[in-house]
C-alpha cells in the first residue's frame, strides 16, 4: 500500500495530536502553522499551567448545536486516553480536584513533549506559512500557501476557531472549510467576560465574592454556575461567567433580550436569608446598616446594595423595614445585570459556533462533503466548559482524524 502524505493545516493543540497520530500510523506528515512556532496557545491555557483535560468526562460538558458527535469521539479518545497519551510522552500528572495538569505546572511542558515527539517522528514542520487556498484535484489536495505549494492525499483542517487570534487563530479556516460547502453555526465568543448595563459597575469594580450566576435569554434560564465572580467596571467576570457566556453571546447574536441574576450568598436560600437577617437584627440591631452586614458580604457591595435599596447607611439596622428588607433580599440574592454584549474574541478563551458537526463523520473527523479532508477541534460547533475540556476535544478530534486521515488509499 502507497504511504500517504497527510498535510495538516495549524499546529495548535489538535494539529500536533493529529500530526504524532497520523505519523506514528505510518503516515508521510506536513505540518503547517503560521505562527513562528508551534502550539503558541498551548502556552497560554490553565494561566501558563494547562489544564489538560478532566476527570469527569461526560458528553454533558460540551455544547454546540448538535452534539451527538461527542460521545462517539470520547468513546474512541476519552479522559484515559489523554492521560496515557501525555504519560507515554513522559509527562507525570497531577490532578487537582479533578482537574489534570502537568505536575510541573507549566504548560510548555506539554508543548515541549508534543514538540519532541514530533521530531522524534520526522515530521516535516513549515512554519510562518499561511494556507490561503486548498484545492481538491483528481490526485488528492494542492495546498497554497503565502509560500509555496503542496501535494498531499489527505488533509486535516486544525486551523482553531477565532479567539485569541494574537496566538495563531484567525478565523482563516473558516474561509477554507467554506470553500469544501461547509456551513458554520455563527461563531460568537465563549468562556468570555460580561458587559453590564448600568453606571454602578465602578463602584464596585475589583469584588471578587462567591456568587451564583444564572443566565435568562428572554427570561428564560438557559444556563447557570456557581464560582468566584469578579466585578469588573464594565460588567462581570470569573469562572461563573465565562462557563454561561456562550449562551450570552449567542442570545446577543440573535438580537434577544439577555440578562443575568446574581446571587451574591448562594449558601442560603431566600428563606433562609430572611430569617437570618430578623435574628441579626435581634442581636445587632443598635448597629448601623453598613456595619450590620459585614462579615456577610465585601464591603464595596454592602455600600452598592444598601445605595440601590434607599437604606441609610447610618440607618439603626433595627429601623429597616419589611418592605426595606425584601427589596435588601431581592437585590442580594437576585441581583439583575442586563448584558449588552461580550468582550471580542481578542480576550475569549474559544468561541462558540463552526463547522456544523452533522457535515462530519463521527467515527473519523472526515468531512460528509470532501473525501480525504478531516476537521478537528474548535472549527468545529462544539464548546466545551471551563477545565480541561477544549483541550479534550482538541486532542481527541486530532487522534482520530490523525489515525483515519494516515489509512491506505
Ligand atoms: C488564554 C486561554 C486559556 C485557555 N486555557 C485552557 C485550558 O486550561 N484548558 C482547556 O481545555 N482549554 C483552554 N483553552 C482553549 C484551548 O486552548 C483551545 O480550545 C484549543 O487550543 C483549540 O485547539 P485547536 O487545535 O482547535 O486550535 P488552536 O490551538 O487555536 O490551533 C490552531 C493553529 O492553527 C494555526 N492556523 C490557523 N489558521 C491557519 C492557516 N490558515 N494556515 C496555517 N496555520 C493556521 C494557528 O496559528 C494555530 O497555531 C484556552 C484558550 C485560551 C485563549
Same mark, same amino acid.
Given at each position: 500500500?502507497?504511504?500517504k @502524505? /497527510? &498535510? +495538516?493545516v495549524g499546529?495548535?493543540a489538535?494539529g500536533?495530536?493529529?500530526? &504524532?497520530?497520523?505519523?506514528?500510523?505510518?503516515?508521510r506528515?506536513? =505540518? +503547517?502553522?503560521q505562527k513562528?512556532?508551534?502550539?503558541?496557545?498551548i502556552?497560554?491555557?490553565?494561566?501558563g499551567?494547562?489544564?489538560?483535560t478532566?476527570?469527569y468526562?461526560? #458528553?454533558?460538558?460540551?455544547?454546540?448545536d448538535?452534539?451527538?458527535?461527542?460521545s462517539?469521539?470520547?468513546k474512541?479518545?476519552?479522559?484515559q486516553?489523554?492521560?496515557?497519551f501525555f504519560?507515554e510522552l513522559g509527562?507525570?500528572l497531577?490532578n487537582r %480536584?479533578g482537574? *489534570?495538569?502537568p505536575i510541573t505546572? %507549566?504548560?510548555?511542558? *506539554?508543548l515541549?513533549?508534543?514538540?519532541?515527539?514530533?521530531?522524534r517522528m520526522?515530521?516535516? /514542520?513549515?512554519?510562518?506559512?499561511s494556507v490561503t487556498?486548498i484545492?481538491h484535484?483528481s490526485?488528492?489536495?494542492l *495546498?497554497?500557501?503565502?509560500?509555496s505549494? !503542496?501535494?498531499?492525499d489527505a488533509? *486535516?483542517?486544525?486551523?482553531?476557531g477565532k479567539?485569541?487570534p494574537?496566538l495563531?487563530?484567525?478565523?482563516?479556516? $473558516?474561509s477554507?472549510?467554506?470553500?469544501?460547502?461547509h456551513?458554520?453555526? #455563527?461563531v460568537? #465568543?465563549?468562556?468570555?467576560?460580561?458587559?453590564?448595563?448600568?453606571?454602578?459597575f465602578? !463602584?464596585?469594580?475589583?469584588?471578587?465574592?462567591n456568587?451564583?450566576v444564572?443566565? =435568562?435569554?428572554?427570561?428564560e434560564?438557559v444556563?447557570?454556575?456557581t464560582?468566584?465572580?469578579?466585578?469588573?467596571?464594565?460588567?462581570?467576570?470569573? &469562572?461563573?461567567v465565562? !462557563?454561561?457566556?456562550? $449562551?450570552?453571546?449567542?442570545?446577543? $447574536?440573535?438580537?434577544?433580550k439577555?440578562?443575568a441574576?446574581v446571587?451574591?450568598?448562594p449558601?442560603?436560600?431566600d428563606?433562609?436569608f430572611?430569617s437570618?437577617?430578623k435574628?441579626?437584627?435581634?442581636?445587632?440591631?443598635d448597629?448601623h446598616?453598613e456595619d450590620?452586614l459585614?462579615?456577610v458580604? @465585601?464591603?464595596k457591595?454592602?455600600g452598592?446594595l444598601?445605595?440601590i435599596?434607599r437604606?441609610p447607611?447610618?440607618l439603626?439596622a433595627?429601623? &429597616?423595614?419589611e418592605?426595606q428588607?425584601?427589596l435588601?433580599l431581592?437585590?442580594a440574592?437576585?441581583?439583575?445585570?442586563?448584558?449588552?454584549g461580550?468582550?471580542?474574541?481578542e480576550?475569549?478563551q474559544i468561541c462558540?459556533?463552526?463547522?456544523?458537526?452533522?457535515?462530519i463523520?463521527?467515527?473519523?473527523m472526515e468531512?460528509?462533503?470532501?473525501?480525504?479532508?478531516? =476537521?478537528?477541534?474548535?472549527?468545529?460547533?462544539?464548546?466545551? +466548559?471551563?477545565?480541561? $475540556?477544549?483541550l479534550?476535544?482538541a486532542?481527541a478530534?486530532?487522534y +482520530?482524524?490523525g489515525?483515519?486521515?494516515?489509512?491506505?488509499?
Amino acid at each position: 500500500m502507497k504511504q500517504k @502524505h /497527510v &498535510i +495538516i493545516v495549524g499546529g495548535g493543540a489538535s494539529g500536533l495530536v493529529a500530526a &504524532i497520530t497520523a505519523a506514528r500510523e505510518g503516515a508521510r506528515v506536513t =505540518l +503547517i502553522e503560521q505562527k513562528d512556532r508551534l502550539g503558541k496557545k498551548i502556552l497560554s491555557t490553565g494561566n501558563g499551567r494547562c489544564n489538560l483535560t478532566n476527570e469527569y468526562m461526560n #458528553p454533558d460538558c460540551f455544547r454546540g448545536d448538535d452534539t451527538e458527535i461527542v460521545s462517539a469521539v470520547l468513546k474512541q479518545f476519552g479522559y484515559q486516553e489523554t492521560i496515557s497519551f501525555f504519560e507515554e510522552l513522559g509527562v507525570i500528572l497531577k490532578n487537582r %480536584q479533578g482537574y *489534570i495538569y502537568p505536575i510541573t505546572d %507549566q504548560a510548555s511542558t *506539554i508543548l515541549d513533549v508534543l514538540c519532541m515527539e514530533v521530531s522524534r517522528m520526522g515530521i516535516n /514542520v513549515l512554519l510562518e506559512q499561511s494556507v490561503t487556498g486548498i484545492a481538491h484535484t483528481s490526485k488528492g489536495f494542492l *495546498i497554497r500557501t503565502n509560500k509555496s505549494t !503542496q501535494h498531499g492525499d489527505a488533509v *486535516i483542517l486544525a486551523t482553531g476557531g477565532k479567539a485569541a487570534p494574537a496566538l495563531g487563530s484567525d478565523g482563516s479556516g $473558516y474561509s477554507l472549510v467554506k470553500g469544501f460547502g461547509h456551513r458554520l453555526s #455563527p461563531v460568537v #465568543p465563549a468562556l468570555v467576560q460580561l458587559k453590564g448595563k448600568g453606571n454602578f459597575f465602578k !463602584q464596585i469594580a475589583g469584588v471578587r465574592t462567591n456568587a451564583k450566576v444564572t443566565l =435568562l435569554v428572554e427570561g428564560e434560564t438557559v444556563s447557570s454556575d456557581t464560582g468566584e465572580l469578579q466585578l469588573t467596571n464594565y460588567g462581570i467576570s470569573g &469562572i461563573p461567567v465565562f !462557563q454561561v457566556s456562550r $449562551y450570552a453571546a449567542k442570545g446577543l $447574536y440573535e438580537k434577544k433580550k439577555v440578562t443575568a441574576e446574581v446571587d451574591f450568598l448562594p449558601v442560603m436560600s431566600d428563606e433562609e436569608f430572611v430569617s437570618f437577617l430578623k435574628k441579626r437584627i435581634e442581636k445587632h440591631g443598635d448597629k448601623h446598616a453598613e456595619d450590620f452586614l459585614v462579615g456577610v458580604f @465585601h464591603q464595596k457591595l454592602i455600600g452598592l446594595l444598601l445605595k440601590i435599596a434607599r437604606i441609610p447607611s447610618n440607618l439603626n439596622a433595627s429601623e &429597616i423595614t419589611e418592605q426595606q428588607m425584601q427589596l435588601f433580599l431581592k437585590l442580594a440574592k437576585h441581583f439583575i445585570v442586563e448584558i449588552e454584549g461580550t468582550n471580542d474574541f481578542e480576550q475569549a478563551q474559544i468561541c462558540a459556533g463552526g463547522v456544523r458537526t452533522t457535515e462530519i463523520n463521527s467515527s473519523t473527523m472526515e468531512s460528509l462533503l470532501a473525501k480525504d479532508l478531516y =476537521l478537528t477541534g474548535e472549527l468545529l460547533d462544539i464548546d466545551g +466548559i471551563c477545565g480541561g $475540556y477544549n483541550l479534550q476535544w482538541a486532542w481527541a478530534t486530532g487522534y +482520530i482524524a490523525g489515525k483515519n486521515a494516515a489509512k491506505g488509499r
